[in-house]
């Protein structure tokens, strides 16, 4: 069992940085890829990005590319979503998750999932 929690969410202003955490529960974090998604209101929840399980390998959505960074701290339990650049588009509750599946952008092969964090971006 895995537990995540995610942190960092809040107001920015179109343009600027935020810095979300996850972190986990138990003793098994570097068995796991660990992804973020997000869904915005009234619409379906998207794939972000995945790191693998060593965190050597990372893989994200096209509308994100080159603005935002995941990375973990597997002796800490910790993955994280740098995000810059930020659009009055990504404003949506961002969840961590985890996949016992190396980097799928699969919501469905996600094992677990945090509560999720808001981003609101201004503009």
């Known amino acids: 069992q895995v537990q995540l929690v995610e942190s960092g969410g809040g107001l920015v202003q179109a343009g600027g940085s935020l810095r979300l955490s996850c972190a986990a529960s138990g003793h098994t974090f570097s068995s796991y890829a660990m992804g973020w998604f997000r869904q915005a209101p009234g619409k379906e929840r998207e794939f972000v990005g995945i790191?693998?399980?060593?965190?050597?390998?990372?893989y994200y959505a096209n509308s994100v590319k080159g603005r935002f960074t995941i990375s973990r701290d597997n002796a800490k339990n910790t993955v994280y979503l740098q995000m810059n650049s930020l659009k009055p588009e990504d404003t949506a509750v961002y969840y961590c998750?985890?996949?016992?599946?190396?980097?799928?952008?699969?919501?469905?092969?996600?094992?677990?999932w945090g509560k999720g964090t808001l981003v609101t971006v201004s503009s």
């Open positions: 790191i693998s399980r060593s965190g050597g390998s990372t």
């Open positions: 998750a985890a996949s016992s599946v190396v980097l799928t952008t699969r919501a469905t092969a996600m094992d677990y």
